[in-house]
C-alpha cells in the first residue's frame, strides 16, 4: 500500500514563492522515482518535475525551468518542489506521484501512484 499526500498549496501573488511537499507512505521510497504534475481547469494534466529514487537527477519542464527546484529526503520520505517567481498561469492544481520507473518518465500515465492533489493560485 502506497499513499501520497501533497501540502503546501494556496493563494499567492505573482513573483512570489511556494514550496510544495509530497509525503509519501510505502515500503520502497528510496527506490520510487517522483514527480509532481499540475492541472489547469479546462486543460489536462502536465509534467512539471520528477526525480530520481537516489535524489541526484532531476528533471523541469520548459514552463518552470530555472524558477523550480526539487529535493528528495530519503530519511523523511518527504518529496519537495520550490516555485519561485510565480505566474497567473502556475495557476492550477498540483499532484505528487511516484512508481518504480525511469527517472526521466514525463507522462503521467507511467505513474502508478498519485496524491489528491493541492491547489495553487496565483493572482496577478
Known amino acids: 500500500q502506497v499513499t501520497l499526500k501533497e501540502s503546501g498549496g494556496g493563494l499567492v501573488q505573482a513573483g512570489q514563492s511556494l514550496s510544495l511537499s509530497c509525503k509519501i507512505w510505502?515500503?520502497?521510497?528510496?527506490?520510487?522515482?517522483v514527480g509532481w504534475f499540475r492541472q489547469a481547469p479546462g486543460k489536462e494534466r502536465e509534467f512539471v518535475s520528477t526525480?530520481?529514487?537516489?535524489?541526484?537527477?532531476?528533471k523541469f519542464a520548459d514552463s518552470v525551468k530555472g524558477r523550480a527546484t526539487i529535493s528528495k529526503d530519503n530519511a523523511e520520505n518527504t518529496v519537495s518542489l520550490q516555485l519561485n517567481d510565480l505566474k497567473p498561469e502556475d495557476t492550477a492544481v498540483y499532484y505528487c506521484?511516484?512508481?518504480?520507473?525511469?527517472?526521466?518518465?514525463?507522462?503521467?500515465?507511467?505513474?502508478?501512484?498519485w496524491g489528491q492533489g493541492t491547489q495553487v493560485t496565483v493572482s496577478s
Open positions: 506521484a511516484c512508481g518504480l520507473i525511469w527517472m526521466g518518465t514525463t507522462e503521467p500515465q507511467n505513474y502508478d501512484y
Open positions: 510505502g515500503p520502497s521510497f528510496p527506490r520510487y522515482t
Open positions: 526525480i530520481g529514487g537516489s535524489g541526484f537527477t532531476k
